[in-house]
C-alpha cells in the first residue's frame, strides 16, 4: 500500500527546510571528519547541465512543449544513419503493421497458449535477494571488464545476429562475480571511460564513429548526486539488465538466509526452491519459464534482473545509503523485443525519497554497454525538519553488536550499534516495510 505523503522526489538542486542549519559530513568507511559542505548552487554556465536561455513567458513555453517531438525521438537509431521512430519497436510483432490495431497492446498477438499448465500446479518462485556489499574503495580493480554481445544459442542468445544477441551467460557469470564497483562511483558522471560494446554498436549502425561513455548519467552538476557528502553510499550491489538466462547460483550465498537457516535449511519450507529437483539449497538451474510445461522464454522475449528467475529483492534498512550500479546489456538492435519494449531502461525505486538524479523518470534512460549508478539515500521522510537530531528511538536503524552507521545529527558522525539500533533523523510514522 503505497501512502501518498510518503513518496517525495528531490528537485534538481533543492535542499529542505532547516537545511541550512545541519552540518554536512564526508567520511570514510572506518571514520567520519568534518569536509566542506555540499555544493548546491546552480551549474555555472560553462557545465554541460547549466540552465541557460530562460523563456521570456514560461507560460507559453510550457505550451510549445506540447509541439516538440516525443522525448525519445532520435534516440532509436537504426542502420546506414537511419532513425526510427515509435513504430520500429514493432518491426518483430506478431502481426504486421498493417493489421495492427491497438497501441495499448504492442504485440496484437492472441492470449498466450497454456501449454497444458492448470493453475495451482507450480511452486511458487520466492524472491532471490540481490545481497548488498561494503561498498570499499581499496577493492582491486577487476581482471574482467563488462562483456560485450556474441553468437550463442538460442534462447538465451541469438545464433546468427550479434546485435540481436546478448553477451554469454558464462561471460555475464564471471562479470558479475566480481567484487566491488569498477570505476569507483563519482559524485559527476564518468565521462572518460567509454561504452565497451563501440565496436558492436558501430557494426550495428553501419556509422563510424559512434562514441558514448561508460556511464549513462548525462555529465555535468545537473545530474551530479545530490548531497554526495552527506548520504555517501555504505553499501552498493550490481545487477545487470539483460535477456532471460538459466539461473547459475550467482547470489545464493549473498541470501540472508544461505538456504542454511530456518525454514530454508534442509527439510524446511522453502529449501527446495523451484520444481526442479537439483535446486534445493539453490537457485542454480532454475531457468526462465513461467510454469513447468510452457517452454523457456527466449532472451528477446523477457528481460529481467540479471536475466534470471526468481525476481529480485534488495534489502536495506533506513539510514544506510545504497547505491546499484545497473548495466544495460539488452540487444543493441532496438526491433530485437518480439514488439514490445525498448532497449533504453531506466530504474524508479518505488515509494523511496530519492534525489532527482537516481529516481529513475522516464527520459533518464541510458543505452545497452551502458551502466547508470542510482545512489538512494534511504532516509526517512522528515528527515530535514523533524527529529533532526536523531533522539527518538523509533526512527532507528537495526544492527548487529559492532555495526556501525555514520549519523547527521547534533554530533555527525559513526555510531555504533547500542542494543540492537542506531537512532536516525526523520519521522519514524513514514517508515514503510516494502518500497
Not at 517452454?295 to 534482473?305: A, D, E, G, R, V
Not at 529483492?313 to 545509503?321: A, E, S
Not at 530485437?336 to 530504474?347: E, R, V
Not at 529513475?360 to 526517512?380: E, K, S, V
Request: net charge neutral; glycine share 8%; hydrophobic share 30%.
Amino acid at each position: 500500500m503505497k501512502s501518498p505523503a510518503s513518496e517525495h522526489r528531490w528537485p534538481s538542486r533543492l535542499l529542505g527546510s532547516g537545511v541550512a542549519s545541519v552540518m554536512l559530513i564526508t567520511f570514510s568507511l572506518t571514520t567520519a571528519s568534518a569536509a566542506p559542505l555540499d555544493d548546491v548552487g546552480q551549474p555555472p554556465p560553462t557545465d554541460p547541465s547549466a540552465f541557460t536561455n530562460p523563456p521570456a513567458d514560461p507560460k507559453a513555453a510550457l505550451e510549445a512543449l506540447k509541439t516538440l517531438p516525443e522525448a525519445n525521438q532520435g534516440a532509436i537509431a537504426l542502420p546506414n544513419g537511419v532513425f526510427g521512430d515509435r513504430t520500429t519497436p514493432r518491426a518483430d510483432n506478431v502481426l504486421p503493421p498493417s493489421l495492427q490495431t491497438s497501441f495499448n497492446f504492442p504485440t496484437n498477438g492472441k492470449p498466450s497458449p497454456l501449454f497444458g499448465a492448470e493453475p495451482f500446479t507450480q511452486q511458487l518462485l520466492l524472491f532471490e535477494e540481490f545481497g548488498t556489499e561494503k561498498l570499499d574503495p581499496t577493492t582491486p580493480p577487476p581482471t574482467l571488464t563488462f562483456p560485450v554481445p556474441t553468437l550463442g544459442p538460442a534462447p538465451q542468445q541469438d545464433p546468427n545476429n550479434v546485435a540481436r544477441s546478448g553477451p554469454s551467460s558464462a561471460a555475464i557469470e564471471a562479470f558479475m562475480r566480481q567484487p566491488g564497483l569498477f570505476p569507483f562511483p563519482a559524485q559527476f558522471s564518468n565521462v572518460l571511460d567509454r561504452n565497451p560494446w563501440k565496436a558492436q554498436i558501430e557494426a550495428f549502425l553501419n556509422r563510424h564513429p559512434v562514441g558514448s561513455p561508460a556511464e549513462g548519467r548525462p555529465p555535468g552538476k545537473g545530474w551530479s548526486h545530490q548531497r554526495w557528502n552527506e548520504f555517501f553510499p555504505q553499501v552498493q550491489f550490481k545487477t545487470v539488465q539483460m535477456g532471460t538466462r538459466t539461473n547459475q547460483g550467482l547470489r545464493d550465498r549473498k541470501q540472508l538466509h544461505n538456504y542454511a537457516n530456518g525454514e530454508f535449511a534442509p527439510g524446511g519450507l522453502y529449501y527446495q526452491t523451484s520444481d526442479i529437483p537439483e535446486t534445493a539449497g539453490t537457485t542454480r538451474g532454475i531457468d526462465a519459464r513461467f510454469h513447468s510445461k510452457m517452454p523457456i522464454q527466449n532472451h528477446n522475449s523477457l528481460w529481467t534482473f540479471d536475466g534470471t528467475f526468481p525476481p529480485k529483492l534488495l534489502m536495506v534498512r533506513y539510514g544506510q545509503p545504497v547505491l546499484m550500479r545497473h548495466y544495460n546489456a539488452l540487444p543493441i538492435d532496438p526491433a530485437a523485443n518480439a514488439g514490445f519494449g525498448l532497449h533504453t531502461i531506466s530504474t524508479h525505486e518505488h515509494n523511496g525519497h530519492s534525489p532527482a538524479e537516481s529516481d529513475g523518470y522516464t527520459n533518464a534512460f541510458f543505452f545497452p554497454g551502458q551502466y547508470y549508478d542510482y545512489r538512494w539515500p534511504l532516509q526517512l521522510a522528515g528527515y530535514d525538519t523533524i527529529n533532526t537530531t536523531a533522539q527518538d528511538p523509533r526512527a532507528a536503524f537495526p544492527c548487529s553488536p559492532g555495526e556501525t552507521l555514520y549519523v547527521n545529527d547534533a554530533n555527525p558522525g559513526l555510531k555504533t550499534c547500542d542494543h540492537g539500533s542506531i537512532k536516525i533523523r526523520g519521522d519514524w510514522r513514514e517508515t514503510m516495510s516494502t518500497h
